[in-house]
Nanobody, 129 residues
Framework: QVQLVESGGGLVQAGGSLRLSCTAS????????LGWFRQAPGREREFVAS????????????LYADSVKGRFTISRDNAKNTVDLQMHSLKPEDTAVYYC??????????????????WGQGTRVTVSS
């Protein structure tokens, strides 16, 4: 059974930084890609970033939401089975619960949450103004 555990959330002032980490129970290179999504109160879950983790694809290729491009960086460590999200220049609108997810099948990186099969429990990020 796949288990994903997120950590690193917390309270930070606008302009600050946080680093989120997602630790997987299995070998992340056995899945095609991993991604980060977020859900703010009263809003739908939205895509943040994803990265190819498998050598069967463009290993290390990334995709970012326009709202975080240039501020957030997704990275993976296949040996440690972790996927991190480094967040800089945080804004109050980045406040949300952040989720890690697995896209097990090959194909273009996508913002569509329905193509991600496994999800963590989330870690809360609060950015104060």
């Amino acid at each position: 059974q796949v288990q994903l555990v997120e950590s690193g959330g917390g309270l930070v002032q606008a302009g600050g930084s946080l680093r989120l980490s997602c630790t997987a129970s299995g070998h992340i290179f056995s899945w095609y890609a991993l991604g980060w999504f977020r859900q703010a109160p009263g809003r739908e879950r939205e895509f943040v970033a994803s990265i190819v983790a498998s050598i069967t694809g463009s290993l290390g290729a990334t995709l970012y939401a326009d709202s975080v491009k240039g501020r957030f960086t997704i990275s993976r460590d296949n040996a440690k089975n972790t996927v991190d999200l480094q967040m800089h220049s945080l804004k109050p609108e980045d406040t949300a619960v952040y989720y890690c997810a697995v896209k097990p099948t090959r194909g273009p990186l996508t913002t569509n949450s329905k193509l991600y099969d496994y999800w963590g429990q989330g870690t809360r990020v609060t950015v104060s103004s």
